[in-house]
């Protein structure tokens, strides 16, 4: 055998095992769908990590999504099935073709999701939350030399803090868990059980509080803080 043949042997022989000469039958075969699906996958493969990070953060929110919410994100998910059933089809041109768009088409579903997720979240934090912000605020006003109010917006500030990033992460999550602790320590800490105060110091923060939401545990409370005289009456 001439030494020009035994060089062509092994040059096939090293492209046969390097794959060159499998992706030259495939370019061959599949032509630039390839190319495209291979940019499709640059382009767009961070949705599925994505859409991984958004499943702890479904489960903690699923109180939190309103009827039409939930119908939006079921409906989502069953197209992103429909997806993946493409993306698993046998290799042809045809189906590469249609992986391309697939791949386009899932990120913007994860997309939605993610909106809708993120409304979610922040509507958790703000019902939390919220309110203790509010009870801190007016404590400051009626009992300044204590410290519980400004304790009560410390918890509640650091826990809205979580809505400035999303999907919130373990981390995000166990704080969550931490600051919905401590905001039931000091909501206990301060009604001692009687939820009337709370209620009553809910309306003065939002000013409308009137004489029917003073209950005896309330007067009773206002008179151990001596923040009677913080309050006027007046007529609507």
Known sequence: MEPSSISALFALQTCVRDGSLQHAV???????????VKQSLEAHAHAAQRLEALADVTAELRHDLDPGQRDQVLAKVS?????AAVLRQEVTAESLA????????????VQDIEGVLKIAWQRRLTREFGHLDQL???????APKEDLGPK??????GALRLGAKFPPGPADLAALASALRD??????S???GADGVSTFLLKVASKEATLED????????????????????GVK
């Open 214 to 233: 003073v209950d005896e545990s309330t007067l009773v409370w206002l008179k151990e803080k001596r923040a009677l005289r913080r309050f006027w009456i």
């Open 152 to 157: 009560m917006r410390g918890v509640a500030q």
């Open 79 to 83: 197209r992103l099935r429909t997806i």
């Open 98 to 109: 249609k992986a391309s768009q697939a791949l386009a088409d899932g990120d913007l579903l």
């Open 26 to 36: 495939r370019r061959r075969t599949f032509g630039n769908a390839l190319d495209r």
């Open 190 to 192: 301060m009604t001692d």
């Open 136 to 142: 801190g605020g007016v404590l400051e006003q009626i």
């Open 183 to 188: 905001r039931d320590v000091l909501l206990n």
